[in-house]
């Protein structure tokens, strides 16, 4: 019988492994005589709250980090108080712009507002052509969660369209509810691991400000390849 | 000598010697330690976070075995096809083999520093396919046939004028110096790279054991697109990445976007799980994770060094580096530079053939002390010049270590040592800086220290 | 208290003024002063060289001597540190481990032992000029000492000091870095003199003399206008200026 070869490298690469790790490594720390502990009792992860950076308690308190924050990213951030204002801002926004084409998904929030806009509509449903997305005016989807913390939106492969549609259009318009706004990084893996416990998307991803590069002498440019402008409209 | 180290030194030599060179990289550079510095001051307790990070490492990196196996079955539960690979020439060939079976001709890439390591791109084109950075900074260096300068901001050795000439050549574009127009230009060429593509090649900044999942973080959005369009996704990820839980995430995504790029967060974090599940609107039909090793398991094996497989590759360490700041990337002739390079290099490609990069170290310290997962950086460069000079002694520095040795403890020996100096050094100028001057190597750009008329042991006897 | 001074071998051969300095210091606050002559030099060029079995023969005779002491002193912070951390390592697993561990346990770097151990910051100096103070790598990063000459040298009557850029950068030195890799190490010690020229200063003070010798070099050759001195022979500066 013949080995399947493949078979053979997992073994040997976990064969390595296993005789490399005979040998017990120093403890993080360790060399310079901080009191340590053997890292088996330890439980870094439930203290990662208490390390980062400090997020309010309040809604208030919340939304005001998720805006500095939004701000400082150079994303647009709206507050708004009824699906109709979104709608109405929505279509301000399309207006300015002058969007011929848009990009979107079905979801409660996308569909009336999208409609509302009277614009051909490439809908990633029931799948689309790339270039046809690409030559969309602006993607709109919705998400899984706002972060406070780091202004981030946290969408999924199955929450906001799939892959392609918050990066492939240039603009990125996301449209979320003041419930879904959440104050860390720590609750945004809680919130996956409760909503998606039968399986997870095949993509989940953190999106925080429109593309930028600084790769040309360290200077900022907003839509290196993703969207140059990002809008978060939430209501 | 080996070729090496004679081409670190020839290199050296040049780079300090342009200035232009050296002041364009301090300057970048001293923009990233004010935004780190700024981030870092946002967490509640930074020292406590990077010490929760390497114990999380530690973790992960002293069960890798466990880890492993429980990474790839997670992945390969939902339809990932995951492949290992002992070295380079077998991860090549795995991908390549991946491309044929495919027919597939185009391939697009975001960034992979694994696939530096084992030249893919030379593979890739050797094979037949087109291949394309689409990384801002990696495209910039492919076009230049160039290897990236930093592992993470791979063309900051340029200028926007540079760039503007590269690309007028390569692309035929009108000059301009505004980096904005630039990045549009590059946008423009790789937007339809990403929808005509094949293959899209992504590296793996994390691999997540609980779920099966490889995390990316990028700023572009380009491995988002990368890893969006093509019908098939091969991301290459070297063994050490694994994380034990998703969470973990929580901690290392702004720990890196902070020591890497003084971020809060990197634009863009992504974990990808599979190919295009069932009711999902696009994705790749196929996801290939190739696991490479690649003498990782050898570093693994030197308990003392382990803690190096800690790395997130944020460059942190290159950033504050005296060293890296004088000479730049290209210097160091190695896929990873500065001083996580120092110390892995020689473990991945042979300690005899890159020792001269321990000990091309002033031992500062500065790496330890910015690493988010506390690797003891300058300490093992120090441990590699024992266990190299263990193994190999330099011929004539064991005998002068070992006379040394022998003054240092003889004091009279020693104050007779400090008589002669004296006399020496009056007929010292004589030499000084000459192909015969047994110190030239300081006496080039130095003046020397004079024994002093009296020395102290002489002033102390004077006291009695 | 009965102090015992380690003087390094670059200290009693090129700069014994600061370890002179770092004995009148002590013994006008009232101690004793021991300096076991028999001590030359650390091990730390053999040890930073790879060749740590010559380095333990040097470090044995330090082990030995001073096994007995009450407290150890060293005028360097690159020494103390290869004392207070290194010798551990260089004797692990060794029969020297536990007076490796034991002598780190009462070693000290000079500025560390006056403001930490005595408690003192004024020393009654005068030194009227305008200064700016190099931090050596193994003082600050292996040692930790950032705040403790700048508190003795807060007390100087007559001194400014003004901070560099460049403070915690490397100068360059490195031990045998220097010789080796000559070239890298010219480059840091320009970049380190350039900070330290922005500031206007007249001297550049430091802890550690080995770092002081190579910056010293790089000034000489290069004919700047600025001096380099030891921290030990500013705090026992105390002559009146003449007008």
Redo the contacts between chains.
Sequence with gaps: MVANP?MN??E???G??????S???????A?HG?PSHP??E?D??A??P?????VGVTFEEQIALFRT?AT?LKADFLLLDSQEELVAKLREIAAAEGWKKVAT?SHELTDDACAALGLPMVR?????E??DM?SCDVGISACDALIAQ???VLVT??SA????????PPHHVVLARREQLIA???S???L??TKYAS?????????????????????L?L?????KKLTILCV | MTPAASQFKKNATALTADLRHRALIRTALKKYEVVRDDKVSRFQNWQSARQSAAEIKWDAVNHLDTHLVEFARNLEARGTQVHWASNAAQAREIIIGIIQERKAHSIIKSKVMTGEEIHLNDALEKAGFEVVESDLGEYIVQLRHEAPYHFVFPAMHLTRGEISDLFSKELGTAPTDSPEELTMIARRVLRDKYITADIGISGANFGIAETGMISITENEGNARLTCALPKVHIALMGIEKILPKLEDLALFLPMLATAGAGQVMTGYNTMYGGPRQPGEADGPEAFHVVLLDNNRTQLLADAEQRDALHCIRCGGCLNVCPIYKNIGGHAYGATYQGPIGAVITPHLRGLQQWKHLSFASSLCGACTQTCPVKIDLHHHLLQSRRNAIAQKPVWWEKPLFQALAFLFNHAGLFSLGMKLGRIGQVFHPLIKNTGIDPVRAWTRSRELPKVAPQTFREWWQTRK | MKITLFIPCFIDACFPKAGASAVEILERLGHTIDYPKELTCCGQPAFNSGYWEESRTTAIKVLERLKDTEVVVIVSGSCGAMIKNFYPELFAGTEYEEAARSLSAKVYEFSDFLVTKLGVGDLGAQFPHKVTFHDGCHGLRELGIKQQPRKLLAHVRGLELVEMGEAESCCGFGGTFSAKFPMISTAMGENKYGSALETGAEYIVSNDSSCLMHIQGLLDRQGKPLRTIHLAEVLNHRQLPHS
């Design positions: 493949k490298e997992r040997n690469i976990l390595r492994i296993r005789e490399a790790l040998l017990p490594a120093p403890i993080p720390g060399h901080e890292v088996s330890c870094a992860a203290h990662i208490e390390w980062l950076p400090r924050n400082e998904h990633t449903d029931n799948g689309y790339a270039r690409e780091t202004g981030s492969s199955q369209g799939g892959r392609a549609l918050s990066v492939l860390d990084l720590p945004a893996f809680a996956l691991k399986g997870y998307p095949s993509l989940i991803s953190f999106i925080t400000g429109p593309s930028r590069t600084g790769d040309i002498e360290r200077i440019v839509g290196a390849h993703g969207p």
